[in-house]
Antibody, heavy 122, light 108 residues
């Protein structure tokens, strides 16, 4: 069965960087897009972007163009999201999600990781 | 950027009643690529409906998605205790793949 297992919670100081991992299993990793979504405490969902594990294409929300790097490691079937220049308002749960349809960037996240809480505090 | 506006913000109903949730887009959603998610406290979102009206795997037909263009609806017939949660719509036809702000469905 499809599983996405994310790395554990992190506490970071303002200005630091964080790298969240998303280990995929149960499907052909290189056939799908992985999206990243975050949720600040008590708030709604915010789409950050996606990365294609089959050709490396990336799309990011304007808010994250300069601060987010998304990568994949096909050998370990793991996706990564690095956020730099952390601020207090980056405190959130970060989710990875696998698209429903293979080889498509216009597809919705059907399988989700459990989330990773990133806390930014001095 | 397409802005999705969900209404109402909070919906108070009793088990057995029917829930109607709205999601309105500021521009036409390409190919009606509109999804609905359910989220419970401490859990990841769960996909219910994709492409406006198609059921995700394992979702009961009590959940019905409808609409096209800019106006979409999620209807939950015969509410069960497990249905009380927050519901989000998301469009994924154009970048960025924006979410609505959510509707909280609470027990009356």
């Amino acid at each position: 069965q499809v599983q996405l297992v994310q790395s554990g919670g992190e506490v970071k100081k303002p200005g630091a960087s964080v790298k969240v991992s998303c280990k995929a299993s149960g499907y052909r990793f290189t056939s799908y897009v992985i999206s990243w979504v975050r949720q600040a405490p008590g708030q709604g969902l915010e789409w950050m972007g996606w990365i294609s594990a089959y050709n490396g294409d990336i799309d990011r929300a304007q808010n994250f163009q300069d601060r987010v790097t998304m990568t994949t490691d096909t050998a370990t079937t793991t996706a990564y999201m690095e956020l730099r220049g952390l601020r207090s308002d980056d405190t959130a749960v970060y989710y990875c999600a696998r698209n429903r349809v293979s080889y498509s960037t216009s597809s919705v996240g059907a399988y989700w990781g459990q989330g990773t809480l990133v806390t930014v505090s001095s | 950027e397409i802005v999705l506006t969900q209404s109402p913000g909070t919906l108070s109903l009793s088990p057995g009643e029917r829930a109607t949730l709205s999601c309105r887009a500021s521009q036409t959603v390409i190919r009606d690529y509109l999804a609905w998610f359910q989220q419970k406290p401490g859990q990841a979102p769960k996909l219910l409906i994709f492409a406006a009206s198609s059921w995700a795997t394992g979702i009961p037909d009590r959940f019905t998605g409808s609409g096209s263009g800019t106006d979409f609806t999620l209807t939950i017939s015969r509410l069960e205790p497990d249905d009380f949660a927050v519901y989000y719509c998301q469009q994924y036809g154009s970048s960025p793949h924006t979410f609505g702000q959510g509707t909280k469905l609470e027990i009356k």
